[in-house]
Structure formats: C-alpha cells, structure tokens
Nanobody, 126 residues
Framework: QVQLVESGGGLVQAGGSLRLSCAAS????????MAWFRQAPGNEREFVIG????????YSAHSVKGRFTISRDNAKNTMYLQMHRLKPEDTAVYYC???????????????????WGQGTQVTVSS
C-alpha cells in the first residue's frame, strides 16, 4: 500500500515559480509510474504531467508543456513538480498519484492511477 504526501504548495505571483514534492512510503515507489493531477473549484480533476517508473519517460498536458517539469528520486522515494511561469489558471489543488501497476516504463492513462495524496493548494495571483 503506497502512501503519498504532497508538500510545497502556496501563494505565488503570476510569472513566478514553485516546486512541489511528493513523498511516498509503505510501498514500492520505485516500481510505480507517477503523475501530478490538479483540480480547480468547479472543475474535474485533470492530468498535468506524468513520469514512468524508471524516470526515462515523461508526458505533460499541453497547457503546461514547456513550463512544468517532473522528476523523481527513487532513492529518496520522492517525486517533484517544478513549475515555472505560473499563470492564474494554474491555481488548483495539486495531487500526486501512483499507478496501480508496476514496472510501467511509460506514462499510464488517467484511470490507471490508484494511490493518491491528500493534495496541496497552489494559488497564483495576477
């Protein structure tokens, strides 16, 4: 059973940067694909960016391409989301997620994530 805890959220001005972390415990972090999702008020939870179990493959949503990067440190059981050039529309609760399957060296589809963190709020002011 993988437990995930996000940190690093906060308030930032438009154009600024922020780094989120997702610490994993209780499972096999280094075998799971991981991803970041976000949910703004009144919206459905949406996929932001994902990374394969090995870290060799990533995939991002068009809305964040070129601004957000994802990385993982399997030795530290931690995943990161580096966000640059933030926009007010990036405001949301950000969730990290781990795949149900293991050894997926690609970024799985949205429905393949089974383990979720509690979320961290990111607010971008204009």
């Amino acid at each position: 059973q993988v437990q995930l805890v996000e940190s690093g959220g906060g308030l930032v001005q438009a154009g600024g940067s922020l780094r989120l972390s997702c610490a994993a415990s209780g499972g096999t972090f280094d075998r799971n694909a991981m991803a970041w999702f976000r949910q703004a008020p009144g919206n459905e939870r949406e996929f932001v960016i994902g990374i394969s179990y090995s870290g060799s493959n990533t995939y991002s949503a068009h809305s964040v391409k070129g601004r957000f990067t994802i990385s993982r440190d399997n030795a530290k059981n931690t995943m990161y989301l580096q966000m640059h050039r933030l926009k007010p529309e990036d405001t949301a609760v950000y969730y990290c997620a781990a795949s149900r399957g293991t050894y997926m060296d690609y970024v799985p589809a949205k429905n393949d994530y089974y383990y979720w963190g509690q979320g961290t709020q990111v607010t971008v002011s204009s």
